[in-house]
């Protein structure tokens, strides 16, 4: 995140970002200064801008800028004081306006020529001619810049620190605002979700895909139908096609670079249900957060809490997913473990032939016997997904914040009945000493992989290894205490159509978002070494 303030000259810009990077404790980076030393450090020469200007003429001076604010670009929680004219350069602008909330400072011309005169001026603007191209290039600068600015501040009437005090708490509206995005997910790969499950329909917007990327319909709707819901006597009866409507982005079978829109009409929404239970707050549901949270109840179906925003996901999910298969990453998610019931054998061909999704097919007999036990007794079970991922190079992922499995934690976290996620060994490594729980390496390779694929947040090039703990779904159909709205102690009996257990269901959405990171991560990995490719796995 980047403060840029620019303005024409007279504005206040200096002594405003100065006062500024003191307030906010962030470092001050003015291009003038920073195209000064570049320009010191290539020539030798000690000039301002405007002798660089005079003496080398503009194409030379806006070439030096240039390099300044690609500089300045690549610096991050910082503020940039720059000039107007800066700005009007298409390329700058677009630099400095990445990840970055911009402010301009207006006046009036009388009021920047009133300063302007104040200061002793340069000797090219001592004629009323020079004067009024004064005049004009800052109304050129103010009309060209006005539609980009996140604030704008008049420094017409006000002083210095009225100046300060209103930037100051636009900025406390603007920075909240900006790391509120709950419902983007992504960096470069970025899919953004809407609807709710019991609203007329639910989508996604897609953005950052390449052009010419083969898509159709059926690619996504492939996706879809594995999670839909109504597939089996282990998942909710809801009766929903999830039928994709392509709206955008996608043009004679390929993508054509821009957003991609994809919506899902709800059709079969039974509202009645939740009536009776309007003003209860459901047990394990978001219910109670939600209302803490909002203070509006919108009882029906969980709205942006269900499962069913999962849908929008999976549509995005599939896109990326395609493209992966077709650079040869492959993923995989499959049941372990229902109700304390373990898979014990691991034969992918039979994932999608049981209804439970687990590689092992004599244990999903017992699984789905769980379940519909559990179902039988107005109850609910929870269970345990693997996710494997194949077929990365080494070297995928971001020190620090921007670590592979931070990144693929946040994604499975950010599905609803999630409850735990580890990384190969995972929690059991706990228990282990480090002579056990290294993965030795020989001639160039791993020999075994507790890591899980990823060491220091960046990929080893084995495979990735994921198990999610997914608890037991919330809505169950026997009597639950609770408190309705007003904290009032009530009884309820929660009623509608519910998984009696979410982890079949869960499998390809795991799968999908798990595709969305690494086509996201790749997307980064591109920008960072452009050499960078799968041959160095
Ligand atoms: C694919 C999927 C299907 C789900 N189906 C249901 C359901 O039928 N009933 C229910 O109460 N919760 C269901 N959930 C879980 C809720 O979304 C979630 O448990 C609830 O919002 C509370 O959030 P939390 O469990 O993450 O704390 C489902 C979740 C997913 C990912």
Known sequence: MKIVLSGPKCSGKSITVSKLSKILGLPLIESDELIENLFHQKTGNKLTCRNICSEFGE??????????????????????????????????????????????????????????????????????????????????????????????????????????????????????????????????????????????????????????????????????????????????PRNEKDQVKILSGIFEGKTTGTSIGMLIENKDQDSSKYDLIRNYLRPGTADFTFWKKYGIRDHKGGGRSSGRETAARVMCGAVAKKILESQKINITAHTIAIAGIKSNSVDYSTIENNSVRSADSIKAIEMEKAIL????????????????????????????????????????????????????????????????????????????????????????????????????TSSIFSKQQTCDLDGNNVDIQVEGRHDPCIVPRIIPVLETMAALVILDTLEIQKRVNPNFNNSNC
């Open 373 to 472: 036990k559990a179902k039988d007794n107005n109850d609910s079970v929870g269970g345990i997904a693997q996710l494997e991922i194949t077929g990365l190079p080494a070297g995928l992922g971001d020190p620090v914040f921007g670590k592979l499995d931070a990144r693929l934690a946040m994604a499975i976290v950010s599905l609803g009945a999630v409850k735990g996620v580890e990384f190969g060994s995972g929690f059991s490594s706990a228990e282990k000493h480090g002579s056990e729980n290294n993965d030795e390496m020989r001639d160039g390779k791993f020999i075994t992989n507790n890591a899980g694929g990823i060491l220091g947040g960046i990929s080893t090039g084995e495979k990735i290894i994921i198990r999610v703990a997914v608890k037991p």
């Open 59 to 236: 194409d030379t001076f806006r070439e030096y800028e240039r390099k300044a604010i690609e500089e300045i670009s690549k610096n991050d929680w910082c503020i940039v004081s720059t000039g107007g004219s800066t700005l009007l350069n298409k390329t700058s602008r677009q630099l400095l306006r990445d990840k970055s909330i911009l402010i301009l400072l207006t006046a009036t011309s009388e009021k920047l020529l009133e300063r302007f005169n104040k200061k002793s001026i340069p000797a090219y603007l001592n004629d009323k001619t020079a004067q009024e191209l004064f005049v004009n290039r800052c109304n050129l600068i103010i009309e060209v810049i006005k539609p980009f600015a996140d604030i704008i501040i008049d420094t017409s009437n006000i002083n210095i620190d009225k100046t300060v005090n209103s930037i100051y708490e636009e900025l406390k509206v603007e920075i909240s605002l900006l790391s509120q995005k709950p419902n983007t997910f992504g960096n470069i790969v970025r899919m953004t979700t809407f609807g709710e499950s019991h609203g007329p329909a639910i989508g996604a917007i897609l953005e950052g895909i390449q052009p010419g990327i083969e898509i159709s319909e059926q690619d996504i709707q492939k996706e879809l139908n594995r999670r839909r819901p109504g597939q089996s006597a282990v998942s909710t």
